[in-house]
């Protein structure tokens, strides 16, 4: 009986090569050897930092030093090392401007001095004046001859643990200017970095005169070595460095000194910009200042190498602020050449959410007709959508970067279309039951009433891959619920999802709310998005199980609507329907396997493992192509088996399940709790008392009874449309529609009322009376 699962073959077993670096003692599965590029113009754009080769890492002195600006902030230093020996392993080579030597020897000799001092007062006046000892002022020059060692021996002995050797090296402001010296010093680091040594570069502020106050930078082919910053800028350019990291006690540039209420942090500046920001103060130490950190990168991006000017102060990122800029996250200040045609991601935000807010305005019909109005387009335009969808299918299956389930997500027809344009008219018709509907009212006391009533959650993101029907869905429920929204689609979809966007645009403007919904087109990675905890409100992601955990990981102080996984079970239980159980699971699987809602796991109850149901299910499985892999009980029934399962927590996407075996339905219920992931799942049965001891039992967002697992959905809920399906036990859960992307707000009216009122000594009682509130009343 069991011989027809015998054909069924396991999945071909691949094996992933490692490229970790065999020398960095730690794990850095992503490390790669970096091949060299040509040096001339800087990299435009974030992501192609990945590319650099030759690094300069400037620490300033509020980096390196601590707080009393005595001594070394040493667990600082040592993450900052830590990185650096990481990129350098990596294939990189790194060099580094360092400060700090005048605060290690003002440490060293404050020592000394105070050590003295208590010898000399312990001989001549007795202990008792001990505690009057004051340390005279340390002049520079000295503390910098005292403390050039100490810091280098520091830097070797960290630098060490890596298998790295440093070497130091010691210049002044002559020793770029006498051409001689600037070949020798050229020589010098070039023959450094070809024996893999890390060169420690700082000004000898042993001999160094004093700094010429406003000293500016003197063209583009000089630069006056007066600190750390004009020093990294000149070393950069000469050696042909392709990214300069200057890291400071502050998050990067902003558009007016930081810590005013209107600061902003400018992600990307470019030349020409400076006329447009305030500086502030300098540092508490150190003798640059930002107005000289900028100077100094603009004449560094001039001569070619690409700037970041960022925080190295900062415990939540020091330990990672390196190589996030490396890989080419939004951190810091970017100083760039090239001046994208569009908004950043930030004013679009702004925009977004300005617009948003007229939208939220509108009457409910006015909203009504522009989502009418996108059905509308969605028919008309449906050659040009259609054609556009062309253009990224026969891209995405040359390229071959996309696994067959992607693919099918990524096609439209004209009947997705259709059936876009119906739930679309079906989503305008309940928006006029949405925003500013009166959920509550109570009469707290005379002339004093209270309503609570649904406002929009305010700026949306969503964040979706390979579904570009996905974009005018969650469109529609942001114009419906008043909510703005931010959209990052897949590039595979990208000439889709500009086509339905620009159609989105046409159908906003006939209310002039177009910037309300922005597509997000620039090269922002996900994560960064993900960072913008001030101007988004709420992550929605559509995709992958991947895409949504990383998502989870990355949003930081940001909700996340959505689910993780899609598993979900059908059991089969004894007392099913044979012809029930075959369409069930057949529909489940087969219909659209790569949806989040097709089953992943069969249960078949124990009874009927030796009956025609069990036999015509398999045969209705191999009938369709569908790989069966075996669970560990269903295994041990089995003398030929098909491959037994890794996990009973895979999501296969494809015409793939697995079949496990349980004895009853309360086992059920209990693998399902134990595997499942709160999304969809059924039972087949003729027996109601089990039925409704499943349905209450199972804590899953969907519980169904005698029907397909594919009915999660919010169109054939009746939602008009979904922006997805939650998991999650607050605010929204299963297919997420127009309710899901609603919040509340409390409205109190009174007559000058004040909680005195209210006081024992007051003349005024509460009454807390519920008002009833009419169906359809709206604020």
Request: with cysteine; charged share 20%.
């Amino acid at each position: 009986m069991f011989a027809r699962l015998a054909s069924c073959s396991p999945l071909p077993f691949r094996t992933r090569q490692s490229n970790v670096c065999p020398v960095y003692i730690r794990a850095f599965s992503q490390a790669k050897f970096v091949l060299p590029r040509s040096h001339g113009k800087s990299f435009a754009h974030r992501s192609e930092l990945k590319q650099a080769k030759r690094i300069v890492v400037k620490l300033g002195s509020a980096v390196v030093t601590r707080g009393d600006e005595c001594g070394l902030a040493l667990g600082r230093l040592a993450s900052i090392v830590e990185q650096v020996a990481m990129l350098q392993n990596q294939g990189r080579e790194m060099m580094i401007v360092t400060s700090g030597a005048v605060a290690f020897g003002k440490q060293r000799l404050r020592h000394e001095i105070l050590l003295s001092q208590s010898v000399r007062q312990a001989l001549h006046s007795g202990q008792n004046q001990l505690k009057d000892m004051t340390v005279p002022v340390l002049e520079a020059r000295a503390c910098a001859a005292a403390g050039q060692s100490g810091l280098m021996a520091l830097y070797e002995a960290m630098f060490t643990q890596y298998s790295i050797c440093t070497a130091q090296i010691l210049v002044t402001n002559l020793d770029f200017h006498d051409e001689q010296k600037r070949r020798n010093l050229n020589s010098t680091l070039h023959e450094l970095l070809r024996m893999n040594i890390v060169p420690i570069i700082n000004t000898n502020d042993a001999v160094v005169p004093p700094p010429v106050p406003n000293s500016d930078l003197q063209g583009v082919n000089v630069i006056s070595i007066k600190d750390n910053d004009s020093l990294a800028a000149r070393l950069a350019v000469e050696m042909k460095v392709d990214l300069l990291i200057a890291l400071s006690d502050v998050q990067g540039l902003y558009d007016s000194p930081p810590g005013t209420d209107d600061a902003k942090l400018i992600d990307i500046f470019y030349p020409g910009d400076q006329q447009s920001i305030t500086y502030g103060t300098k540092s508490r130490v150190g003798i640059g200042g930002m107005e000289a950190k900028v100077k100094a990168a603009l004449w560094a991006l001039q001569g070619g190498t690409s700037v970041i000017i960022a925080n190295g102060t900062d415990p939540k990122v020091t330990g990672h602020v390196i190589t996030d800029i490396v890989d080419g996250k939004k951190v810091g200040t970017f100083f760039s050449e090239v001046k994208p045609a569009g908004p950043t991601v930030e004013q679009q935000t702004e925009m977004a959410r300005h617009a948003g807010r007229t939208l939220a305005s509108l009457l409910p019909e006015q909203r009504g007709e522009i989502i009418c109005c996108l059905a509308e387009l969605l028919t008309e335009k449906k050659e040009e959508i259609l054609n556009a969808n062309r253009k990224d299918m026969e891209l995405a299956t040359t390229l071959g970067r996309l696994s067959q389930p992607l693919i099918n997500r990524l096609s439209l027809s004209t009947a997705k279309l259709n059936s876009l344009a119906i739930g679309l008219r079906q989503l305008a018709v309940s928006s006029r039951d949405s925003v500013g509907r009166v959920l509550r009212r109570t009469r707290v006391a005379n002339n004093l009433e209270l309503e609570q009533i649904t406002v929009p959650i305010g700026v949306l993101l969503v964040i979706f891959e390979s579904r570009p029907d996905c974009l005018p869905q969650v469109s529609a429920l942001a114009i419906a619920s008043g909510n703005a929204l931010l959209l990052k689609g897949g590039k595979e979809a990208s000439n889709t999802n500009k086509i339905l966007h620009q159609l989105t645009q046409e159908a906003l403007s006939i209310h002039g709310v177009a910037d309300a919904i922005q597509l997000v087109s620039t090269r922002e990675e996900v994560e960064d998005l993900c960072r913008l905890d001030k101007m988004i409100d709420l992550i929605i992601p559509r995709g992958s199980s991947q895409l949504v955990r990383e998502i989870q990981r990355a949003a930081k102080g940001i909700p996340v609507l959505g689910h993780s996984e899609g598993i979900c079970h059908v059991y089969v239980d004894s007392d099913a329907s044979i012809d029930k159980a075959l369409d069930v699971v057949k529909d489940s699987k087969c219909d659209y396997p790569a949806a989040c809602n097709a089953m992943e796991t069969l249960l078949i109850h124990r009874d009927l493992l030796r009956t025609p149901v069990f036999d015509q299910i398999i045969d209705l499985l191999r009938t369709e192509q569908v790989k069966i892999h075996a669970g560990p009980r269903f295994a041990s029934y089995l003398t030929f088996s098909p491959s037994e399962v890794k996990s009973l927590r895979t999501e296969y996407g494809d015409l793939e399940c697995c079949i496990e075996v349980v004895d009853s339905m309360q086992e059920a219920v209990d693998h399902i709790h134990k595997y499942g992931s709160s999304h969809t799942d059924v039972i087949v049965t003729e027996n109601e008392e089990t039925a409704e001891q499943f349905l209450q039992q199972v804590d899953s967002a969907c519980v169904f009874w005698n029907a397909s697992s594919r009915f999660a959905d919010g169109y054939r809920f009746g939602l008009g449309a979904e922006v997805g399906i939650s998991t999650a036990r607050i605010h929204a859960r299963g297919p997420v529609g127009l309710e899901g992307l609603l919040t509340t707000k409390w409205v109190l009216r009174g007559e000058g009322h004040t909680v005195a009122d209210f006081s024992e000594q007051g003349s005024m009682k509460y009454l807390h009376e519920n008002i009833p509130v009419p169906q359809g009343s709206f604020n």
